[in-house]
């Protein structure tokens, strides 16, 4: 059963590193504490989303996921369009040293990238697994995840600042539609 978590982490914590290296490409200077930062936001959300999901398993996650996806696109479109506007505003704008690490910026990401681990919490609770191991898990191998994420794209970011942080804004709307798109029953995978 522990093998199957750790599959698990990796799997749900694909789109917090997808969204690490994005934020990471508009950075010139990381700093150890933004990386900090940045995993305990994911990592966080990340083991909260299948708690919850395990303890709400009965009563909420039919509303949930009915409209999961909607908010995951919404959240990703929103800030990947940002981030493509970004790229194309002032070049004083994109020469700051870090992005923006505070809860009005991270809050909407970690959001975004855990609402399906509420999914995962919901088939934790048919499960027999212990769910205090399965979250510590997620939650530590989700923000190991987002650091590194977040120094690769740093390391590409600091070549190619604004082709990267347009593609990083772009990956960022392409996870939305995705998600959206495997929640409608168009795209099957």
Known sequence: MLIQTLLIAVSVSMDAFAISIGKGLTIKKLRGIDA???ALWFGG???LFPLLGY???ST???YVTAVDHWIIFGLLALIGGNMVREAFGEDEENTKETPE???RHMLPLAVACSI???AVGVSFAFMSLNIWIAVIIIGVTTGLFSAAGLYIGRVFGSRWQKPAQIAGGVVLILIGVKVLLEHL???VL
Do not use: I, P, R, Y
């Open 36 to 38: 900090c930062k940045t």
């Open 45 to 47: 959300f990340q083991a």
């Open 55 to 57: 303890f709400a398993a």
């Open 60 to 62: 909420f996650s039919k």
């Open 101 to 103: 690490f505070d809860w």
């Open 116 to 118: 399906d681990a509420f």
């Open 185 to 187: 029953g168009v795209l």
